[in-house]
């Protein structure tokens, strides 16, 4: 039997205990299969960030186990080599496009992930054309990183990432700070990440319309997991969803409101398509009757 890219077992990691009576992320057990698309939903504090940041080893936890690639996650009893190995496996792309960009030329930005991680220069070279190429910035290879809109500057972030050539990348809320039309390009290019290259996409996002691009949304609250499926059976329950904190994506909303002035509508829908079908059966059951 093939095991999971990630496996989370029964996860629990508190800021400080003396504090905080209930942990940040409290008794989560999971698992997340290579090349899978995952958002996590949730409301402000429900734990998501902690939980991305225990994934990607920036934090231990307190309590319980995590594998990747069936390997425990120990950092005492694991090399640096090994440490390094796996920490390269997980990219991270936060928020702020603006804290992660660190030189004043595109390329060499993209840059500066795998020269720490000693890949020899003509490498280095290949691999931040082939990263500028797949986020479609070829062209700005030489520009300065200021002069770019928010989703540019967040397309080079996940160039760096790329140029490291991860498994996994998580996306920390990091459509947040973007323009529309910088959000389409951020969730686009996580959409081509996962789908041509095969790259499993972890996604933490507020925007429920984000979510349901994903095959599975994970609901987070108070530390836990409250619900996880696919983004069908996620939003076919708005009662939870409500009581976690979160909306409804724009399309399942509408077909909930018209349910409620009395519209006979069978099934949830969480795009215009299936909203659209959904729709049209209803209005010819009617002029049938
Ligand atoms: N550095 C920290 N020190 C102490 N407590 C923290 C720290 N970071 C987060 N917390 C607390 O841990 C809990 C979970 O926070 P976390 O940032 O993981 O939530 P989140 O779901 O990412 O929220 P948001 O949607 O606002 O980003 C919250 O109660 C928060 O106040
Ligand atoms: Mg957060």
Not at 21 to 28: D, Q, R
Not at 30 to 45: D, K, M, P
Not at 59 to 85: C, F, H, Q, R, W
Not at 225 to 250: F, N, S
Request: glycine residues 8%.
């Amino acid at each position: 039997m093939s095991q999971p890219f990630i496996k989370v077992e029964n996860v629990s990691y508190s800021y400080d205990e003396e504090i905080n009576l209930i942990p940040a992320v409290s008794g989560v057990s999971l698992e997340i299969e290579e090349g899978s698309y995952v958002a996590f939903a949730g409301r402000n504090g429900s734990g998501k960030s902690t939980f991305a940041k225990l994934l990607n080893m920036i934090l231990e936890p307190s309590d319980g186990k995590i594998y990747i690639s069936g390997k425990e996650i120990d950092v005492n009893a694991m090399t640096d080599a090994e440490l390094m190995e796996t920490r390269r496996n997980i990219g991270m792309v936060f928020q702020n496009p603006d804290n992660q960009l660190v030189a004043t030329i595109v390329e060499d930005d993209v840059a500066f992930g795998p020269e720490n991680l000693g890949v020899p220069s003509d490498e280095i070279r290949r691999r931040v054309d082939d990263a500028l190429k797949t986020v479609g910035m070829s062209e700005y290879a030489k520009s300065e990183p200021q002069r770019l809109s928010g989703g540019q500057k967040q397309r080079i972030a996940i160039a760096g990432i790329i140029a490291m050539m991860p498994k996994c990348i998580i996306f920390d809320e990091s459509t947040a700070m973007l323009d529309p039309s910088g959000r389409r390009e951020v969730v686009d290019m996580m959409e081509k990440l996962n789908r041509e290259y095969g790259i499993t996409i972890i996604t933490i996002t507020h925007y429920m319309d984000e979510a349901v691009r994903a095959d599975r949304v994970i609901v987070m609250d108070g530390g836990r997991v409250v619900m996880d499926g696919t983004p069908e059976q996620v939003y076919a329950e708005p009662e939870k969803i409500r009581a976690a904190g979160l909306e409804l994506p724009q399309c399942a909303e509408l077909v909930c409101r018209l349910r409620e002035k009395g519209i006979k509508l069978d099934g949830c829908c969480i795009t215009p398509e299936s909203c659209a079908e959904l729709i049209c059966r209803a209005l010819e059951v009617t002029s049938n009757e």
